[in-house]
């Protein structure tokens, strides 16, 4: 059995319960976006435990965000380009970052583009359900994404019915939403299908009609009877494949890209354990020994998302959303239209000639501020930093980066600053957003 102790020690406690600046901000970027000054401080003031429970207790949403929610189906009328700058809005004005950076996992795994769809409003009903439903046990969300409008759209749920069964749906829930390849065969994906006729849309919901459905007996995954839709779900979320794959993807996703097996194992003993709930695993994470190591820290590519929404609320600056979302575009994450049903493919892939070129424009338009359409007003950290060229550097870059440049790139980012002239903070910001250390989290 998974559970047992050797196999939990892999996620042991940290020893230490203090958190200095470095550690709370590693803390903060993988528990969210970036490391705003005033939560780092207040980190190192409470302790691992403590911030770990906070961060982990998702309260009603904060007034900013609850202005935002009340405009969402107003947005929703228009553009799924419009969608993705509110959730940006959310995503940078939010108080509890979790919840948003959950959402963005659950994009990216039940991923759903509006090339296909080309419906806004079920493009913010799918988000709306992602942030409702994404930081609780994982059966009611897939319950939720078997009803959801959009994905019938995506993967052709209109089209299974009773007469004329369509597998798209049944066969990505194997393979990419639960079990994974492996764990499952072809007659599986059939009968599947079949107990999953009978929806369809009727406006922006989905309706489901007997008539459609197929109500004869099927065999899914060794249980036998009249199955339907509700008994996929809950054969396919129950299956200790479901826990093990999860569990993993929220280890690269949160820790690491290539966790050991070990943390695997214990991860998913307690994923499992919790209902698989994704809060009770990131609490046992995020105070481990493990996730606090010098092999977990900075380990993961910040996709375009990371990037920008982390690096805007680290200096404290205010954005066009809109702005953002076209950026990170051009960095490779098109928010609401991910490349195919398997999501992004994340870290390496982030980086390439064309997208490195556009991590270096967002870095300047940051730096820039007013002037590059992209900040609006000044960011808080431009009156906070004080000093010469070289300290400003120094400040910046812990602000920024959460860790002290190494001696030669400091060096090298001084001179540089040095030789721009002119605003030396701006400088600054520009040269070591475009640094390599810049792109990991």
């Given amino acids: 059995m998974l559970g047992d102790a050797t196999s939990r020690n892999a996620l042991a406690p940290r020893a230490d319960d203090a958190l200095d600046e470095h550690a709370a901000a ?3 970027r993988r528990a969210g976006f970036g490391q705003p000054r005033v939560d780092v401080e207040r980190a190192c003031e409470r302790g691992l435990e403590a911030t770990v429970s906070t961060l982990t207790t998702l309260d009603p949403p904060c007034a900013a965000v609850r202005e935002l929610d009340a405009v969402l189906d107003t947005v929703a009328a228009g553009e799924s380009d419009a969608v993705a700058a509110w959730w940006v809005a959310r995503m940078l004005r939010s108080e509890q970052p979790l919840r948003e950076k959950l959402a963005l996992f659950w994009h990216g795994h039940f991923a759903t583009s509006d090339a296909k769809v080309q419906d806004a409003r079920l493009m913010a009903t799918q988000l709306r359900t992602f942030l409702d439903l994404g930081a609780g046990p994982f059966h009611a969300l897939l319950h939720a994404m078997t009803r959801d409008a959009a994905m019938l759209l995506w993967l052709d749920g209109e089209l299974n019915r009773k007469d004329h069964p ?17 764990n499952y065969d072809e007659q599986d994906i059939r009968e599947a299908a079949r107990a999953l006729t009978g929806f369809r849309r009727a406006g922006g919901r ?57 943390v695997i194992d214990a991860a998913c003993a307690v994923y499992a354990d919790a209902g698989l709930d994704p809060l009770a695993l990131l609490r046992v994470v995020l105070r481990s020994e493990w996730f606090h190591s010098p092999a977990v820290v900075r380990a993961r590519i910040a996709s375009p998302v990371e990037f ?17 979302v076209r950026t990170m575009r051009d960095m490779g994450q098109w928010l609401l239209r991910p490349p195919t049903v398997k999501g992004w493919d994340g870290e390496d892939a982030w980086l390439n000639a064309a997208t490195f070129v556009a991590r270096a424009d967002c870095a300047r338009r940051i730096a820039l501020g007013d002037d590059a359409g ?20 120094e400040v910046i870059a812990m602000r920024v980066l959460g860790a002290p440049l190494p001696r030669a790139v400091g060096e090298a980012v001084v ?20 640094l390599p250390e810049a792109s990991v989290v």
């Fill in 308 to 324: 920008v929404v982390g690096h805007l609320r680290s200096i404290g600056a205010r954005a066009d959303a809109s702005a953002c």
């Fill in 26 to 28: 590693h803390l903060l």
């Fill in 206 to 262: 989905t309706e489901f009609v007997r008539a459609m459905h197929d109500d004869g007996t099927k065999t899914v995954l060794g249980h036998r009877g009249a199955l339907a839709a509700d008994d996929v779900v809950t054969l396919c979320a129950k299956h200790p494949a479901t826990a093990r794959r999860l569990a993993t993807r929220l280890l690269q996703m949160f820790a690491h890209p290539s966790p050991p097996n070990a």
């Fill in 415 to 434: 001179a540089t600053v040095a030789a721009i002239g002119g605003d030396s903070k701006a400088a600054a910001l520009g040269a070591i957003l475009a």
């Fill in 166 to 182: 369509n597998e798209n749906y049944a066969r990505e829930v194997f393979e990419l939403f639960t079990l994974g390849i492996g």
């Fill in 374 to 393: 992209l900040v609006r007003g000044t960011p808080k950290l431009a009156a906070e930093v004080p000093g010469d060229v070289p300290t400003i550097v």
